[in-house]
């Protein structure tokens, strides 16, 4: 199902819709690649955050919001979807770590200008369409010298046709990718956690995720544009001791699954 009409209050309701069962899973430990993969490489990437003031984009239930805020920094948090921040507020509220959580979206922030040191976006930037109104109103409420950090599925190995060569063993051996410069935004994709039990599966609905696929070159002019300074790029690949222990992520030492991307903002302003 294509939507080329979808907008960011679009795209929030169909997060409304997943985040029931999404906190449900992801919070059973059933979000395999996050936690074990994606979100760890995040976290190695990214600069010490101790006493420093964040802002965390597209945050869902709050889990990797309360693991920068363990780092010591000062979170506040935003999602377009309101039952993913009355989950995450209920575990503040459960677990108080300080952070604030306010339901609002990527596209229109509601901060003062140079209101915090540093931003982050695990696998949020992806999912809006006004992509670049997002990057320049974090580039607007990150202060000058401070950071975006963000996370999103590789596009180079990840665009709308994507297939996992499978050996015998159901091992794969290769990715084949196509479509890699067709313009798919809006394209509703169903989905669940591959990991989670069947009794589950048939129990809870479908994922309803839309995508917004991107060129790399695309992604990179996106951040040149805003404003930002490129300073580094991670494909984050398992170690053969994380694969034994959860095999799904085999697909992921063959071919990057994910790209991590950090920008700086100048400290000096050079925008006109």
């Given at each position: 199902?294509?939507?080329?009409?979808?907008?960011?209050?679009?795209?929030?309701?169909?997060?409304?819709?997943?985040?029931?069962?999404?906190?449900?899973?992801?919070?059973a430990?059933?979000?395999?690649?996050?936690?074990?993969?994606?979100?760890?490489?995040?976290?190695?990437?990214?600069?010490?955050v101790?006493?420093?003031?964040?802002l965390?984009?597209?945050?869902?239930?709050?889990?990797?919001?309360?693991?920068?805020?363990k780092?010591?920094?000062?979170?506040?948090?935003?999602?377009?979807?309101?039952?993913?921040?009355?989950?995450?507020?209920?575990?503040?509220?459960?677990?108080?770590?300080?952070i604030?959580?306010?339901?609002?979206?990527?596209?229109?922030?509601?901060?003062?200008?140079a209101?915090?040191?540093?931003?982050?976006?695990?696998?949020?930037?992806?999912?809006?369409p006004?992509?670049?109104?997002?990057?320049?109103?974090?580039?607007?409420?990150?202060?000058?010298?401070?950071?975006?950090?963000?996370?999103?599925?590789?596009?180079?190995?990840?665009?709308?046709?994507?297939?996992?060569?499978?050996?015998?063993?159901?091992?794969?051996?290769?990715?084949?990718?196509?479509d890699?410069?067709?313009?798919?935004?809006?394209?509703?994709?169903?989905?669940?956690?591959?990991?989670?039990?069947?009794?589950?599966?048939?129990?809870?609905?479908?994922?309803q995720?839309?995508?917004?696929h991107?060129?790399?070159?695309?992604?990179?002019?996106?951040?040149?544009?805003?404003?930002?300074i490129?300073?580094?790029?991670?494909?984050?690949c398992?170690?053969?001791?994380?694969?034994?222990a959860?095999?799904?992520?085999?697909?992921a030492?063959?071919?990057a699954y994910?790209?991590?991307?950090?920008?700086?903002?100048?400290?000096v302003?050079?925008?006109?």
């Amino acid at each position: 199902m294509l939507r080329l009409s979808m907008n960011h209050l679009t795209v929030g309701e169909y997060w409304n819709g997943n985040a029931e069962a999404w906190t449900k899973l992801a919070r059973a430990g059933f979000d395999v690649y996050r936690d074990h993969l994606n979100t760890p490489a995040f976290l190695e990437l990214l600069p010490s955050v101790a006493g420093l003031c964040g802002l965390d984009l597209g945050c869902g239930e709050g889990h990797n919001t309360r693991l920068v805020a363990k780092r010591g920094a000062r979170m506040t948090a935003i999602d377009i979807a309101e039952k993913f921040i009355r989950h995450a507020q209920a575990e503040e509220t459960r677990a108080p770590l300080g952070i604030t959580y306010r339901h609002a979206s990527a596209v229109e922030q509601p901060f003062a200008d140079a209101s915090f040191d540093f931003a982050t976006a695990f696998m949020s930037l992806m999912d809006i369409p006004e992509t670049a109104r997002a990057l320049a109103e974090t580039f607007r409420v990150v202060r000058p010298g401070g950071f975006l950090q963000f996370s999103l599925t590789h596009p180079c190995f990840n665009p709308p046709h994507r297939r996992n060569c499978r050996d015998e063993d159901r091992v794969t051996y290769a990715i084949e990718v196509g479509d890699y410069f067709i313009d798919a935004r809006g394209r509703v994709d169903e989905w669940i956690f591959g990991t989670a039990p069947e009794s589950e599966k048939r129990r809870l609905p479908m994922f309803q995720v839309p995508r917004f696929h991107r060129p790399l070159g695309e992604w990179l002019n996106l951040l040149v544009d805003a404003g930002f300074i490129l300073e580094r790029f991670a494909e984050p690949c398992p170690s053969e001791e994380t694969v034994r222990a959860h095999p799904s992520l085999q697909d992921a030492r063959v071919a990057a699954y994910f790209l991590h991307i950090r920008v700086r903002k100048p400290a000096v302003a050079t925008r006109t």
